[in-house]
């Protein structure tokens, strides 16, 4: 799989995909690549992670936090993710943890970091 990140834009295998924002982070689990982007402090974007397959078609975009957990009051954009085991997460600027669904972008579970 070739992957190419240019600002805002991810290239795989030859297919141009741009975004709204630029791209902070991507990495890929099987044959997806999880696309996570930076949001300006200005800016009330939320739900910033995106996968794609290596025929560049989009699989998900992860699912809104207020939607997976109510509950919470301010919800903001994800910083930073990561995969381990097979499993992706990704913090927000409050050291909150997310738990991804690989195969369909659904908020598993949630924790703090500290």
């Given at each position: 799989m070739e992957i190419q990140i240019n600002g805002n834009t991810l290239t795989l295998n030859g297919?141009?995909?741009?975004f709204r924002h630029n791209i902070r982070q991507f990495k890929t689990i099987d044959?997806?690549?999880i696309v996570l982007l930076g949001i300006p402090n200005n800016d009330d974007t939320l739900d910033n992670i995106y996968c794609y397959g290596v025929n560049g078609i989009i699989?998900?975009?992860v699912q809104p936090i207020k939607e997976a957990f109510p509950e919470?009051?301010?919800v903001f954009p994800f910083?930073?993710?990561s995969i381990n085991n097979d499993e992706i997460t990704a913090t927000d600027f409050y050291g909150r943890r997310f738990f991804i669904n690989k195969v369909n972008g659904?908020?598993?579970k949630k924790d703090i970091v500290k």
């Open positions: 297919k141009a995909i741009k044959n997806d690549v699989k998900w975009q919470m009051k301010q910083e930073q993710m659904n908020l598993i």
